[in-house]
């Protein structure tokens, strides 16, 4: 019997991937959550972070936002933000992360827009080292 389930991610306008795989982690406001098949039906938001599909080979996507829903062993993701990582050029990505801590060190912004630029922040850090 087989261990996989389905994963697809869809932005506005295309699907970025379908495909079978064994495990998902996901960036949500309750923190990373691994789904594995069978897993109890589910609807939650996605925060800045880092989707990791694992099976034969591992695939990662950075996320800003976004929904998901887990039921019937179909994984859907909605974002309009997901970026396979091995495309971010490091250029790109140190004028991303000067544009985030400019926005952080700001005083006008909200505890929830902190809370997700933090977030959005240390994931980029991460995928620049």
Not at 81 to 93: G, H, Q, R, V
Not at 121 to 128: R, S, V, Y
Request: aromatic share 6%; proline share 3%.
């Amino acid at each position: 019997m087989s261990e996989k389930f389905t994963v697809e991610i869809i932005s506005p306008d295309k699907s970025i991937i379908k495909s079978d795989t064994i495990e998902v982690i996901i960036p949500s406001f309750e923190g990373e959550m691994g789904i594995l098949k069978d897993h109890i039906p589910l609807i939650t938001f996605l925060r800045p972070g880092i989707i990791e599909i694992k099976d034969q080979i591992e695939r990662k996507y950075f996320v800003e936002d976004g929904t998901v829903e887990f039921s019937n062993n179909n994984l859907l993701i909605l974002t309009s933000t997901a970026k396979e990582i091995s495309n971010i050029d490091k250029k790109s990505l140190s004028t991303i992360i000067g544009k985030v801590e400019k926005k952080l060190s700001e005083g006008e912004i909200t505890d929830k827009e902190r809370y997700l630029l933090s977030y959005k922040l240390d994931t980029l850090k991460n995928i620049n080292q």
